[in-house]
């Protein structure tokens, strides 16, 4: 184990510039969480124009307080209003209401931080066990296994992310696609810019995320806002009797080990693993009819899966520069932007970043759990604030953000037509994640295949021939097989059953 590197995230992040960045993470964090809609990755890629100013370490630690601050933040309109802040806590909704409406609202938030603190803990062991290995491994990596790594994040990230997986590799084609307009970084020559001096420079990644993601999730959240939100249920108590938390300590114990597990996964966190979490609580309850009907362990269990695998998933970034999940390729892009690679080599050449983040995690952790249970009150007012009023407030943010990176009006022009864009992808119900994972590791994954054909004299079959590309290139083949297989059948499923009503009038 690294105790100088550990001793150096340390310092890194209880510097009070730092301290004050983790502080204003989480709680930037829990109030986006509150509101029902924007999300973590809205926020993030809001936020994406105030990292040009901030030290590298010191933006990621901003993101990542962002990120799983939010992650409780969600879980407080999931439990008093059935509505999730965002899409991890919808499995909060299943029995967080119900005790709600029991009136039992505090304990289910109470045990929901208590189970978030300890995934998060649970994350950061694991982190700081995990990831050097991880590293050290992926330091045996060429240009043809970075290659099959971004390839095979790219086809996980569709497999995981959509039930519709044609229309998730379509998205990610679209991504790729995009990564390539610009200037020919080896050639020099001039891809898809139509003449325009702009686009010789590429598409901006700060101005494509904030239009999919930002002004186009700002657009949906503002049609949905028309619907009235329901009443507010009562918060009593927050923290749960001795029982509760007797009932709680397997499923918290398990939570973690799932979350932790599957947040290392592409496409995977808190999503996934809060929905694997209530699956295996209500398989192994002797009283699987309790669940759906205020059980507590439907929300230990849950949530604590939630933050581990938000925290967990920082370990496939840093070590081999691979996102798994959305708001992981935002935080790639935002190290990108400062010159920062992630990969095996971050944990020497920068080892601020690298144990900064992890160290910063135990701090963020601790100031959830001071702020969560006697603060809960609190941040339910922020649901009095008109939803219209808050999007107005972030869009005129959005562009004053976008402009003052490049002082580029073309930007704007950006951000209006891929807000527009990921509008009408939300309405249509395409997922603009895979596409924005393709765009960030399109930007990694042609030098690393050009590299490789250089290298090999433009035999192709060196990918499969080395052991660790060949069987990660398996992998994907796999499951791109699987997954066609699964559309056939479910398009066969829907033709019987649309046939079915028509004999049936006959």
Not at 426 to 434: A, D, I, Q, S, T
């Amino acid at each position: 184990m690294d105790f100088s590197g550990i001793i150096t995230g340390v310092e890194t992040t209880l510097t009070p510039m730092n301290l004050l960045f983790v502080l204003l993470g989480v709680l930037a964090g829990m109030v986006i969480g509150v509101i029902p809609g924007l999300g973590p990755t809205a926020t993030i890629a809001l936020l994406l124009p105030l990292t040009y100013s901030l030290e590298p370490a010191t933006a990621v630690i901003l993101l990542a307080g962002i990120y799983y601050g939010s992650m409780y933040g969600g879980t407080i309109t999931s439990v008093l209003l059935r509505l999730p802040g965002e899409a991890a806590s919808v499995v909060t909704t299943f029995d967080g209401y119900q005790m709600a409406r029991q009136g039992r609202a505090g304990p289910a938030l109470g045990i929901a931080a208590i189970g978030s603190f300890v995934g998060g803990l649970v994350a950061v062991v694991g982190l700081v066990l995990l990831a050097p290995v991880l590293a050290s491994f992926a330091l045996k990596f060429g240009p043809p296994e970075f290659a099959v790594v971004a390839l095979l994040g790219i086809v996980l990230a569709a497999y995981l992310a959509s039930r519709r997986f044609a229309a998730a590799l379509l998205m990610a084609f679209c991504g790729l696609l995009l990564a390539t307009v610009g200037q020919d970084s080896i050639e020099g020559s001039a891809r898809f810019t139509f003449d325009s001096l702009e686009l010789l420079n590429g598409l901006d990644f700060v101005a494509v995320a904030m239009g999919l993601f930002g002004l186009g999730e700002l657009l949906y959240t503002l049609e949905r806002s028309r619907q009235p939100a329901g009443t507010v249920a009562r918060v009593g108590h927050v923290l749960p009797s001795r029982a509760e938390l007797r009932q709680s300590r397997g499923p918290i114990a398990r939570g973690s080990l799932i979350g932790f597990v599957l947040g290392l996964v592409p496409g995977g966190g808190g999503m996934v693993a809060s929905l694997a979490s209530y699956a295996t609580e209500k398989r192994r309850s002797k009283n699987p009819e309790r669940f759906g009907r205020g059980a507590i362990e439907g929300v230990a269990g849950p949530e604590t899966a939630n933050n581990a695998g938000s925290q967990s998933s920082f370990i496939p970034l840093l070590t081999l520069g691979l996102p798994p999940n959305p708001v992981l390729a935002l935080i790639l892009g935002a190290l990108l932007i400062q010159g920062v690679t992630p990969g095996p080599q971050l944990m020497n050449e920068h080892p601020d970043i690298f144990w900064g983040v992890i160290a910063s995690m135990v701090v963020g952790n601790v100031i959830l759990l001071v702020l969560n249970l006697p603060l809960v009150r609190v941040f339910i007012r922020i649901l009095d604030v008109r939803v219209a009023i808050l999007v107005a407030l972030a869009v005129v943010v959005t562009m004053l953000g976008v402009f003052s990176i490049n002082n580029s009006i073309f930007d704007l022009w950006v951000v209006l037509v891929f807000g527009v864009l990921g509008y009408a992808m939300r309405k249509l119900g395409f997922e603009p994640g895979p596409l924005v994972l393709a765009f960030v590791l399109g930007v990694l994954l042609e030098p690393a295949i050009r590299q490789t054909l250089l290298i090999s004299g433009g035999d192709v079959t060196v990918f499969v021939t080395r052991p660790i590309s060949g069987t990660m290139l398996a992998f994907a083949v796999v499951f791109i097989g699987v997954m066609a297989a699964r559309s056939l059948r479910a398009r066969r499923t829907r033709h019987v059953t649309d046939r079915q009503p028509e004999k049936a009038t006959q």
